[in-house]
């Protein structure tokens, strides 16, 4: 089982930024897409960026343009970076693969999921 660490959270001001990282144990990781995912309280877990094996990424509507996904395969290292925070932005970030479901979606290819990383926005 990968164990996945997730990184860089904290409590930041609106219109502020933070990168995330995410460290993947084993070696097999560059065969994989990866996925950043975000739950607030009450909420379901969201897809928020993906990006491919080969470096194509995909952003949720309200990340483009803010979230810049990233990945160092030589490092097993999935990044997020983010920018103009906002307070709906407030959430557990975590990681893992994902595969694209008969429905279109992205799917976790993982059943274990990390501790996460908080990311807090507020004045």
């Known amino acids: 089982q990968v164990q996945l660490v997730e990184s860089g959270g904290g409590a930041v001001q609106p219109g502020g930024s933070l990168k995330l990282s995410c460290v993947a144990s084993?070696?097999?990781?560059?065969?994989?897409?990866m996925a950043w995912y975000r739950q607030a309280p009450e909420k379901r877990r969201e897809c928020v960026a993906a990006?491919?094996?080969?470096?194509?990424?995909n952003y949720k509507d309200t990340a483009k343009g803010r979230f810049t996904i990233s990945r160092d395969d030589a490092k097993r290292t999935l990044y997020l970076q983010i920018n103009s925070l906002k307070p709906e932005d407030t959430a557990a970030y975590y990681c893992?693969?994902?595969?694209?479901?008969?429905?279109?979606?992205?799917?976790?290819?993982?059943?274990?999921w990390g501790q996460g990383t908080q990311v807090t926005v507020s004045s």
């Open positions: 990006v491919a094996s080969g470096g194509i990424t």
């Open positions: 084993e070696d097999p990781f560059s065969i994989y897409a």
């Open positions: 893992n693969a994902v595969y694209v479901s008969d429905s279109g979606e992205y799917t976790a290819s993982s059943g274990y």
